[in-house]
């Protein structure tokens, strides 16, 4: 189902002050560290600005990492409002089969609203615990860790409790979290193609691994700006969407620092409250910032460990322009130009070899000083000399990944895993590309020596997920 396009007005037109866009635009684009690949601004129901990061586009799914857990807590919502889930149901209440093996009673006090809190009464992750108890069935793994404190008192950002009420929602309904949302979520607010990532028990995560576009987070957002109504239908009650959002535990530590944090100001059901509103939140810069009292989201996505300071920009900039009239719009032909041409600098280097050409066709690479945790599974690269250009090849061990480099610029192959290469030869001796791995917020920096046959790899934000370079692109699960 193709999504139907979002009501489009001018920023003036909403009253928002198109220099601050501007001034938000030139302070991402002059950090360092950081690496903005989409931006979307609704104001009043309506899109006031929207622009990509060339070679990302508006129809490219991305990794939404945690952001993920926002679009897992709406499908609880949907669930509680059919009547399939009671918040106060025991979480070992939904796995009978492990009834006999949970013995820990605080384990057995924990509730669905607890997990949905983020408030297990542990005080720590627990996921790779959870793994380590029970590599075949996660929920057990959880449950057999008993909690440090008695369940809803005490705040821990924990990935097995959204696995946890994930695997509930999914029992109950019986059907993975994309299938239940669809006709519910996806399809009532036009949001297209998604796919989550599954894990060995065949369920969506639900904590992490949803692909979607930036589109798709822009219209989450905007569900719950309106309390649940789309076009004036009630997808959601009200209710939910004020208890979802809303803080249940403190995570504050009580110092000046803190407040200053958007990560000290209270969690909801698998949602932040933030210094300004409430967000959905995804590692490296994926957010959908919801801000009641402007009347307006914000949609992002991005490459960036300083998400913080990715925040901070926002609150610095944009937050100001949210103005209470309709403003002239003196700027906002320079934006949409501007917006229109937004792309990632591509790598300088020459498309051919300066020199010795054909002692680049052919030549293999090996691992510089060893493997590396930071090349993840490298083995090998080899350069070739292929038609019109070059090919490097991504070893693996036997699994190979072919990389093209073309012209200047961005050189895009649109799958089966989605990637833009740019770089060449910084000198005779030496090869470097950046390979963006476009379903995701990854891109890798590979710089090949021909002096001694070695080579070295660098994450500038490293994957959260397991798996082979081939698994770095959305799911493509069979019907």
Known sequence: MSARPLPVSTPG????????IHAFLDAVEAEAGMEPHSLMILRHGHVVASGWWAPYTPERLQLLYSVSKSFTSTAAGFAVAEGLLDLDDPVISHFAEFEADITDPRSRAMLVRHIA??????????YAAAARLDRKEGVRGFLLIPPDRDPGTVFAYNQSATYALAA??????????????????????GIGEAAWTRDRAGRDLGFSGLHAATDA??????????????????????????????????????????????????????????????????????????????????????????????????????????????????????????L????????????????????????????????????????????????GGWRVSLAEGERRLDLRLGAPGWTVDPGPVPTAVSGGWTDPQTLGIDVLFLETPHRMTVTCSLLDRTFTARWHTTPLHGGPLRSLHAPRHAP
């Not at 994309?178 to 009532?188: E, F, I, K, M, S």
């Not at 300088?348 to 300066?354: F, G, L, V």
């Open 217 to 338: 987070i822009a219209r989450l957002g905007q569900l719950y700006l309106r309390g649940g109504v789309w076009e004036g239908r009630r997808l959601l009650p009200a209710t939910w969407i004020a208890e979802a959002t809303r803080a249940h535990v403190s995570n504050a530590d009580g110092t000046a620092e803190g407040a200053l944090s958007d990560w000290q100001q209270g969690y909801g059901f698998q949602f932040w409250r933030s210094r300004h509103g409430y967000r959905g939140d995804g590692a490296y810069g994926q957010f959908c910032l919801v801000l009641p009292e402007h009347d307006a989201v914000i949609a992002t996505t991005a490459a960036t460990e300083r998400m913080q300071d990715l925040l901070n920009l926002v609150w610095q900039h944009l937050l100001p322009a949210f103005g209470t009239a309709p403003l002239p719009g003196r700027q906002e032909d320079g934006l949409r130009r501007r």
């Open 13 to 20: 037109e909403q009253g928002v002050d198109a220099s601050g």
């Open 340 to 387: 229109d041409r937004l792309a990632l600098p591509p790598v300088e280097a020459r498309s051919e070899p300066p020199e010795r050409g054909d002692a680049w066709a052919g030549a293999e690479f090996v691992p510089a000083g060893g493997a590396c945790a930071d090349q993840r599974s490298l083995t090998g690269v080899e350069v070739a000399a292929d038609a």
């Open 168 to 189: 509930i929602v999914q029992r109950v309904t019986g059907q993975s979290l994309t299938a239940y949302l669809r006709p519910r979520l996806l399809d009532p607010l």
């Open 117 to 126: 809190a983020m408030a297990s009464g542990h005080v720590a992750e627990t």
